[in-house]
Nanobody, 124 residues
Framework: QVQLVESGGGLVQAGDSLRLSCVASGRTFSTYTMGWFRQAPGKEREFVAGIRWTGSFTNYADSVKGRFTISRDNAKNTAYLQMNSLKPEDTGVYYC?????????????????WGQGTQVTVSS
């Protein structure tokens, strides 16, 4: 069992940057593949980025490639999502997710644990 707590969301203007953090409980963080998803009002939850438990592979949605970077610090039990050049369409609730081992897949159904979410609002 792992508990995830996101932070770092906020209200920013288009073109600004934010860094989201996801702190995981427990001693086995290094065995979890981590993912970031987001959900805009009236839309389904969508994959944003993922990082394999080994840290050797990352995966991004086409809409954020070149702007967002996912990383992890196993010593701090923390996953990060650095978001640059934010756009109004990046607005939504951002969720951190985890699955033990496995690939950084794009399907929410593959992840077993979820945080409560953090709101990101980008104004134009």
């Amino acid at each position: 069992q792992v508990q995830l707590v996101e932070s770092g969301g906020g209200l920013v203007q288009a073109g600004d940057s934010l860094r989201l953090s996801c702190v995981a409980s427990g001693r086995t963080f290094s065995t979890y593949t981590m993912g970031w998803f987001r959900q805009a009002p009236g839309k389904e939850r969508e994959f944003v980025a993922g990082i394999r438990w080994t840290g050797s592979f990352t995966n991004y949605a086409d809409s954020v490639k070149g702007r967002f970077t996912i990383s992890r610090d196993n010593a701090k039990n923390t996953a990060y999502l650095q978001m640059n050049s934010l756009k109004p369409e990046d607005t939504g609730v951002y969720y951190c997710a985890a699955r033990m081992f496995g690939g950084a897949t794009m399907s929410a159904a593959d992840y077993n644990y979820w945080g409560q979410g953090t709101q990101v609002t980008v104004s134009s």
